[in-house]
């Protein structure tokens, strides 16, 4: 099998979008003598910030010397981005040589239960090539809820939950407490919970989680915590952490945006609860060196500024917003948004309302987007100040054409969005320094 053949075969599977359930990733997993089991796992969940948190944890899992597989969902340029070690993405060969693999397995899983999903295939295989590659622990972040995502098929031995707010309602629940109710059951007993900042009603939930499981808790503002927070304007931030089992010191996190400091945070206890020590400085030292967060508050020119977020609920643009007034100096905020069909529009529209001199709104190649008339449609009874233009490179061409140097812009709305932003960017020089695709 090539590496093209491959991806034909994974974006076949696109076709039959969420499976919610565990009846067939548990078939494979069983036909692949449960390769899942064979090393330590983290496994990650929440509303917001749990991709970056993940990778935080992963970088930190490799500078303490561990040999460290990281799944994550979904990805920007390229399905090899979701099954990493070390950092290094999957090689197209080995892309390739683990599909072919796994196939007859998905071929007898098929023939019994039905065709499965993209993410269900892309998830055993990197149980199979984590366990082969004979990694010392993997971090896993879910795709979806907690209770029936196809990476619950691990038994963690850290289970953190990011926080947890209104998002994918249709599927997980119209309250925070259902939401929090279903990402809980990704504690498991045996495990150790991290859990971050979130509403005292999703708390609840997750606590009697904990406690039907005789599940240890370790929570954001009692267990750990950040303190002497000073974010510097254009710079970064500076702070230091309680841990649970040491206060850290003087840390200097380069990657903008305040929430970062809450999700390096979070990546501190799991790391801590995962290895039941303090963490070495060098350890912490070396995984801040290079720590990049692509698509989440990433800032990609100076000139102008443009900063890129995949903030895709109301929950996430009140991130987002905050984290730009308080990382960067700037006059006027313009707002490139493209965002998927199936969101809160009229939320994330509100509330950009007060803090945006200018939306474009627009669309971007996913299927999922919702189309610039139907932001349109939304946008005209929110307050927004804004203009149409369904073509995103042409929508930044104008938003880029419209902002002095002392203007801040903005690409957001979904990680669809981000990742189309990226290429436009990059690919047709719209700006002065270019950042290293992925």
Same mark, same amino acid.
């Given at each position: 099998?090539?590496?093209?053949?491959?991806? +034909?075969?994974?974006?076949?599977?696109?076709?039959?979008?969420?499976?919610?359930?565990?009846?067939?990733?548990?078939?494979?997993?069983?036909?692949?003598?449960?390769?899942?089991?064979?090393?330590?796992?983290?496994?990650?969940?929440? +509303?917001?910030?749990?991709?970056?948190?993940?990778?935080?944890?992963?970088?930190?899992?490799?500078?303490?010397?561990?040999?460290?597989?990281?799944?994550?969902?979904?990805?920007?340029?390229?399905?090899?981005?979701?099954?990493?070690?070390?950092?290094?993405?999957?090689?197209?060969?080995?892309?390739?040589? +683990?599909?072919?693999?796994?196939?007859?397995?998905?071929?007898?899983?098929?023939?019994?239960?039905?065709?499965? +999903?993209?993410?269900?295939?892309?998830?055993?295989?990197?149980?199979?090539?984590?366990?082969?590659?004979?990694?010392?622990?993997?971090?896993?972040?879910?795709?979806?809820?907690?209770?029936?995502?196809?990476?619950?098929?691990?038994?963690?031995?850290?289970?953190?939950?990011?926080?947890?707010?209104?998002?994918?309602?249709?599927?997980?629940?119209?309250?925070?407490?259902?939401?929090?109710?279903?990402?809980?059951?990704?504690?498991?007993?045996?495990?150790?919970?991290?859990?971050?900042?979130?509403?005292?009603?999703?708390?609840?939930?997750?606590?009697?989680?904990?406690?039907?499981?005789?599940?240890?808790?370790?929570?954001?503002?009692?267990?750990?915590?950040?303190?002497?927070?000073?974010?510097?304007? %254009?710079?970064?931030?500076?702070?230091?952490?309680?841990?649970?089992?040491?206060?850290?010191?003087?840390?200097?996190?380069?990657?903008?945006?305040?929430?970062?400091?809450?999700?390096?945070?979070?990546?501190?206890?799991?790391?801590?609860?995962?290895?039941?020590?303090?963490?070495?400085?060098?350890?912490?030292?070396?995984?801040?060196?290079?720590?990049?967060?692509?698509?989440?508050?990433?800032?990609?020119?100076?000139?102008?500024?443009?900063?890129?977020?995949?903030? &895709?609920?109301?929950?996430?643009?009140?991130?987002?917003?905050?984290?730009?007034?308080?990382?960067?100096?700037?006059?006027?905020?313009?707002?490139?948004?493209?965002?998927?069909?199936?969101?809160?529009?009229?939320?994330?529209?509100?509330?950009?309302?007060? &803090?945006?001199?200018?939306?474009?709104?627009?669309?971007?190649?996913?299927?999922?987007?919702?189309?610039? %008339?139907?932001?349109?449609?939304?946008?005209?009874?929110?307050?927004?100040?804004?203009?149409?233009?369904?073509?995103?490179?042409?929508?930044?061409?104008?938003?880029?054409?419209?902002?002095?140097?002392?203007?801040?812009?903005?690409?957001?709305?979904?990680?669809?969005?981000?990742?189309?932003?990226?290429?436009?960017?990059?690919?047709?020089?719209?700006?002065?320094?270019?950042?290293?695709?992925?």
């Amino acid at each position: 099998m090539t590496y093209q053949e491959a991806i +034909t075969y994974i974006e076949g599977a696109l076709k039959f979008g969420i499976n919610p359930g565990l009846e067939k990733i548990g078939a494979i997993c069983e036909l692949l003598g449960n390769p899942q089991l064979r090393y330590p796992t983290i496994q990650i969940t929440g +509303t917001n910030g749990k991709t970056s948190t993940t990778w935080m944890a992963r970088k930190l899992l490799s500078a303490s010397g561990l040999k460290t597989g990281c799944y994550t969902s979904p990805h920007l340029h390229s399905y090899r981005e979701r099954i990493v070690i070390d950092g290094a993405s999957m090689t197209r060969d080995d892309f390739a040589h +683990t599909l072919k693999e796994i196939i007859p397995a998905i071929g007898q899983v098929r023939s019994k239960f039905g065709e499965l +999903t993209e993410f269900e295939i892309l998830t055993a295989m990197a149980f199979y090539h984590f366990a082969v590659s004979g990694v010392d622990v993997a971090i896993f972040e879910v795709g979806l809820g907690g209770r029936w995502d196809a990476t619950s098929m691990v038994r963690p031995k850290v289970a953190a939950i990011t926080g947890v707010s209104l998002d994918h309602t249709d599927r997980l629940g119209n309250t925070v407490e259902e939401i929090a109710w279903d990402k809980a059951h990704i504690i498991k007993s045996g495990c150790i919970a991290v859990v971050g900042d979130m509403p005292a009603g999703a708390f609840v939930k997750i606590e009697e989680r904990c406690a039907s499981l005789n599940v240890p808790m370790k929570v954001f503002g009692r267990d750990f915590s950040p303190r002497n927070v000073s974010i510097t304007k %254009n710079k970064g931030s500076f702070f230091s952490i309680n841990g649970l089992f040491s206060s850290y010191d003087d840390i200097m996190l380069s990657i903008s945006g305040d929430y970062h400091v809450l999700n390096f945070t979070m990546a501190i206890a799991i790391l801590e609860a995962f290895t039941g020590r303090k963490i070495a400085t060098n350890t912490i030292t070396d995984g801040l060196t290079g720590l990049s967060c692509p698509g989440r508050f990433e800032l990609i020119s100076r000139e102008p500024l443009i900063v890129l977020d995949g903030a &895709h609920n109301p929950d996430g643009v009140g991130m987002l917003i905050r984290g730009l007034s308080g990382a960067f100096e700037y006059r006027n905020l313009l707002v490139v948004l493209a965002i998927s069909s199936d969101k809160d529009i009229e939320q994330m529209l509100r509330a950009f309302a007060e &803090h945006a001199s200018l939306m474009v709104l627009t669309q971007n190649n996913s299927y999922r987007s919702a189309s610039a %008339n139907q932001l349109d449609d939304v946008a005209r009874y929110t307050g927004n100040r804004y203009i149409i233009e369904s073509g995103l490179e042409k929508a930044i061409s104008i938003a880029i054409s419209r902002a002095s140097v002392e203007d801040l812009i903005c690409i957001t709305g979904s990680l669809y969005t981000v990742a189309d932003a990226r290429e436009i960017l990059i690919n047709n020089r719209l700006i002065h320094a270019p950042a290293v695709l992925i």
